[in-house]
DNA sequence: TAAAATTAATTGTCAAAACAACAATTACAT
DNA sequence: ATGTAATTGTTGTTTTGACAATTAATTTTA
């Protein structure tokens, strides 16, 4: 009996993260934020990396080009993100957050390392360490 | 600092499992067993479940209700499963599969199975115990 | 240099997730 | 026993994910 028999790990992951997610939206739409996780997830991730393309966040986030479109779209049009040419490639644009978008990621910062915290509680340092190499060495095992 | 401020490991819990959402797919898709992940996630469980109701399905796979009634409409078109009205509460439906529906799950079993040892390797029993450990906590702290 | 291949982004379609509103049935409370 | 509340499932709408096809621009290579 090897574990990788025992009761599939991959429906305690799917549902964990599931219940993560929803945890967050809740936090985000009591604080009257107007925005769903996968926008939060961007805005996180154009906010540390300015001028990003959206094919890089598309690979950072592993959300394919559809779907960075659509969300950038979303969060042009609520006026968080703008799109700039790139003057270097005509193909591509230079993502950014708008001031707005980063008052919105200002906000939004503590209320993730809110619920992030909690989540957590119980655990330390050390599952910390165990965890993140699980999950690398699953992924790594997995794409390649 | 606390572990909890490191790098959010949301990210990391949610970009692995689209990788092994990605994998198992196509490993479902090259065996032309013409089903979806989440379609397979309801076949697991009806099968291990027979007659289980909708509303239960979706509290063990983290669905909300129109989503299990629209999966279940697809695999009930595509022959794999079939509602019964129930004896004791007309308000529910006992959900099985048909036979074809359980030589999909057959099929589809070795191949889940295939993947998730694949993405284990390099990982023993002592890692399994402390991931579900982590999992579970994470769980608990989320949903309570 | 010209043709071919690759890349970045968009659009269309269907599956799935979250939410709200709703219908039908059952359980509860007085 | 009647009216209220709760439960089960469906339908509609918006957002996200996967896939294919398309456009425009850049890079490769012949």
Redesign the interface.
């Known amino acids: 009996m ?5 009761k ?17 939206q809740k936090a985000l739409d009591e604080a009257n934020l107007d925005i769903t996780v996968d926008q939060w ?1 961007l805005i996180d991730h154009i906010f540390r990396n300015p001028g990003i393309s959206q094919n890089d966040l598309g690979e950072m ?2 959300k394919d080009n559809p779907t960075v479109t659509r969300i950038i779209d979303l969060l042009v049009k609520k006026g968080l993100s703008e799109r700039k040419m790139s003057e270097s490639d005509r193909r591509r644009f230079d993502v950014f957050l708008t001031e707005t978008g980063k008052e919105v990621y200002h906000k939004a910062h503590p209320i ?2 809110h ?11 050390e ?2 360490f ?3 190499r ?6 790594k ?3 390649t």
């Open positions: 090897n574990s990788s028999d025992q599939a790990y991959f429906f305690k992951i799917d549902t964990t993260i599931k219940k993560i997610r929803y945890a967050l997830v986030t592993v993730v390392v619920v992030r915290r909690k989540s957590w509680s119980g655990l330390n340092d599952d910390y165990i965890f993140t699980i999950l690398d060495t699953i992924y095992n997995i794409t």
